[in-house]
């Protein structure tokens, strides 16, 4: 357990099963700082989406509790948003409407307000010019932006994101890699987010969490922020520094993965 981060988004004690297969066996013990970028990083298989589902409320532990800011967390509620591996969007309703969905039972904002975000956040995926089209007619990876757009537009506190770039271009993905970064730190978002892509993982993480293969348990965990500071930018990414830390988790989940070592 990292005691260093004042707890915020708290795992005490998790296990988790399905049937005869253990997911979580030893107690995950686990504290995830306000405002804080986490990354997790593990084998495929090994429980990362899991434990997100659990945080998101979609899946229930089978022991232990997982808290924010102290009280346990229940059903989906708009403090925590998700986009997962299968991104989802509503087919019936347009590409902008889609966007605006994350809002619409908001009473602490207008409807000005709902309209403006709804169009920044289009913008921000560049689907602005895509706005009354209906998902069906988009590529997955537009389907995959409309989901961030969402997410991201509806301002939950908690953004639960799972691999939410693996369909997009690299171009794509790095740009919206600087602007989550960048939104993260400005509207003070704690976000956990999960990939297989280690430079990812190096360049958005403040914390990057490395676990074993099933049942899951942390391998490593490396303190990206104390190596990179706040400030995340494309320069940064050839620096000797950034290849430093993307070696040293490629190492390290190799070792978890149980493939040298
Ligand atoms: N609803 C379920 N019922 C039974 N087993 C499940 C269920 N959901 C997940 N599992 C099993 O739990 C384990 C962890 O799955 P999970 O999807 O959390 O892994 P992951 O780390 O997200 O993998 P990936 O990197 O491939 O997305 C796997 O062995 C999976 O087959
Ligand atoms: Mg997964």
Known sequence: MSTSVAPYLVFDGVTKRFGDIPVVEAPFDFAIAKNEFVVFLGPSGCGKTTLMRMIGGLDEP??????????????PDRRRGMVFQSYSSFPWLTVAENVAFGMKYRKDIGEEEKLARRDRYLDLVGLYEFSDAYPSRVSGGM???????????????????????????????????????????????????????????????????????????????????????????LELRESAEFFALRNELLHLLRSAAGEDD
């Open 143 to 233: 389907r995959q932006r409309i989901a961030i757009a969402r997410t991201l537009a509806a301002g939950s506190d908690v953004l639960l994101m799972d691999e939410p770039f693996g369909a997009l271009d690299a171009q794509r993905r790095e740009g919206l890699q600087v602007q989550l970064r960048k939104i993260q730190k400005r509207d003070a978002k704690t976000i956990v987010f999960v990939t297989h892509d280690v430079e990812e993982a190096v360049f958005l993480a403040d914390r990057v969490v490395v676990f074993t293969k099933r049942p899951a348990s942390v391998a490593a965990e490396v303190d990206v922020g104390a190596r990179l500071g706040p400030d995340r930018t």
């Open 62 to 75: 089978s022991g232990g509790e997982i808290l924010l800011q102290g009280a346990p967390v229940g059903p």
